[in-house]
């Protein structure tokens, strides 16, 4: 007799659900909130996500995968993906498992240096063309077209970001499977620490703010002048010191380097920081009152040279026949952090806000033309209402339809989605390490009298109060010695670990974001909670066990 295949998931009565297309409910949809926890504008929902399933389906397709694609869907503002599984005997399975790993090991053997060589440049290329067009010289309906043409741009960037990240990513899920059987369980956690210490981007960036910040010490009074300087209209404004003007010419510099992201993840719809300098000067500030004995270079080195006596130690703990199997597999994995946080630095954050870049005209000028009330209107507007304004269809005043999607952008904010929704796998499917992972949806946290459970990312014992930071505008609360708790942390963040005791958050898995810089920062770090920042408050104490994946109240409040 036939398994009794699962049944839909319930859907909340506050989150109603229209499917899209005939079988949607039919998959297993899981929110994006690790990258993409607040509702979207319509621009980012029509044209990032659509673009992103049809790039991301593209690369899955090459490599013989155990799904065909990705589906993405934006329900109440909010984005959910779905696998697209393949469906075939067991033997066509197998067969097309083989398949997957000849693939990705092929890949996984030169994937870095193909990011470097070949990939990032194509990228760079994009990004240059978007910056380089002639907006002023051309026509409104030109400028629309162009922007028109940044859906087969990011499909393209979207193909790269999946070719680049899924070999070393299976490569990690590979070497923690081998040595959880050939060494034991208890080497999956210390695995994950051969991975860290080499330079990346966010690694470069950090570095880039410490040497500022040391040169703003070496000056006389000019520490105590950027202190208490302000942010008015997204620029730093600084004066009444000798190198005022030489201050601000650097973080210029620095911004021209490290500006294109912004406090959100793949939002077109959201400033970059060189739009708004709020964010980034704050976690400048925190930079410069750092004591001179926390130099990040210091700590870099510190963290490779224990990696190898950590390499060295497990090849130890391996038996003699596979040290050449443990061997390859770990210079595979080990390309995966630098790919994760390069290939983000160069297509999730730059690519995105330099797409902003080119939608703001269009926004200018249907602004100046009367069709919308204010440029930033343009990202309340349809992929396919820029699309009928390229091929120079009549829209008429489109200042109606984006008043009433301003307001109901307001209210789903105020909204929280179910984590999961559809149809789940059958009870009998192996676990996807994808979503256990990276996603972080292993477990079903919930209190079990003061603890919340989630799961284990980088250990360490820590005590103190909660900062709840629902976004990186809230930084400026955190303090050191503080428990940043958030709902996920993208490389906009990595600053805020240098000053965080731990990190608590709702999203994520032991090889996501803030599992990857948390043990760069020898911080524990709790993540997959799902309900975290729902239900602690700022100034709860805290007792966070990052090794047991565990947050204890220790106050006399309840969670909410």
Same mark, same amino acid.
């Given at each position: ?41 319509? %621009? ?27 589906? @993405? ?5 909010? +984005? ?23 693939? @990705? ?25 978007? %910056? ?146 709020? @964010? ?177 990312? +980088? ?34 963040? @990595? ?66």
């Amino acid at each position: 007799m036939p398994p009794t295949p699962p049944a839909q998931l319930p859907i909340p009565a506050n989150f109603p659900v229209a499917w899209d297309r005939p079988g949607d409910e039919q998959l297993f949809w899981i929110q994006d909130a690790m990258h993409l926890p607040h509702p979207l504008t319509p %621009l980012d929902a029509t044209l990032v996500q659509a673009a992103f399933s049809e790039g991301a389906s593209r690369a899955i397709g090459r490599m013989s995968m155990p799904i065909s694609g990705l589906r @993405t869907g934006v329900f109440n503002g909010f +984005s959910y993906i779905a696998p697209v599984p393949v469906m075939g005997t067991p033997g066509e399975m197998a067969a097309r498992m083989e398949e997957m790993i000849r693939i @990705t090991m092929e890949l996984g053997a030169t994937v870095l240096r193909d990011w470097r060589e070949t990939f990032e440049p194509q990228v760079t290329a994009e990004c240059e063309a978007v %910056l380089g067009f002639n907006y002023a010289g051309a026509s409104t309906r030109e400028v629309a077209a162009f922007v028109a043409g940044f859906y087969d741009r990011l499909v393209k960037l979207w193909d790269i970001h999946m070719r680049v990240n899924i070999p070393p990513m299976n490569a990690v899920f590979g070497m923690e499977e081998f040595l959880g059987a050939v060494v034991g369980p208890d080497s999956v956690q210390q695995s994950r620490l051969m991975l860290q210490g080499f330079d990346n981007k966010s690694v470069e960036m950090g570095k880039a703010l410490w040497d500022l910040s040391r040169w703003v010490r070496a000056n006389a009074g000019l520490a105590d002048a950027v202190n208490v300087a302000s942010v008015l209209e997204g620029k730093v404004q600084l004066s009444g010191h000798p190198q005022a003007a030489d201050f601000l010419s650097r973080w210029q510099a620095f911004l021209d380097a490290y500006g294109w992201r912004s406090n959100r993840f793949l939002e077109v719809g959201y400033p970059s920081w060189r739009d708004d300098q709020a @964010t980034p000067f704050t976690q400048f500030k925190g930079f410069l009152a750092k004591p001179d004995s926390e130099d990040p270079y210091a700590a870099h080195r510190a963290q490779a040279a224990e990696r190898d006596q950590l390499v060295a130690e497990m090849e130890a703990r391996v038996p003699a026949p596979a040290v050449p199997q443990f061997r390859h597999m770990l210079e595979l994995a080990q390309q995966y952090i630098p790919i994760a946080e390069d290939h983000n630095f160069s297509i999730d954050q730059k690519s995105t806000m330099v797409l902003r870049h080119g939608i703001q005209q269009l926004g200018a000028r249907l602004a100046a033309d009367g069709v919308l009330a204010d440029a930033g209107d343009v990202f309340y507007l349809r992929f396919e209402e820029i699309q009928a304004l390229a091929s120079g269809a009549a829209t008429g005043d489109l200042r109606g339809p984006v008043k009433e999607r301003r307001a109901a952008h307001l209210r789903q904010a105020q909204i929280k989605p179910p984590p999961v929704m559809g149809t789940p796998p059958p009870a009998d499917m192996p676990p996807d390490p994808l979503v256990s992972k990276f996603f972080g949806l292993a477990i079903d946290a919930s209190w079990h009298g003061r603890t919340l459970k989630g799961l284990a990312c +980088s250990a360490g014992i820590v005590t103190g109060p909660a900062k709840v930071l629902l976004s990186l505008d809230d930084a400026w609360k955190l303090e050191p010695g503080d428990i940043m708790v958030c709902r996920t942390t993208m490389p906009a963040w @990595t600053p805020l670990f240098g000053i965080a005791a731990a990190v608590v958050t709702d999203a994520g898995g032991p090889l996501s974001h803030c599992a990857i810089v948390a043990r760069e920062y020898r911080i524990p770090c709790v993540a997959g909670t799902q309900v975290a920042t729902h239900e602690i408050t700022d100034g709860m104490r805290l007792r966070v066990d990052g090794a047991a994946g565990t947050v204890e109240l220790l106050d006399g409040r309840t969670p909410a």
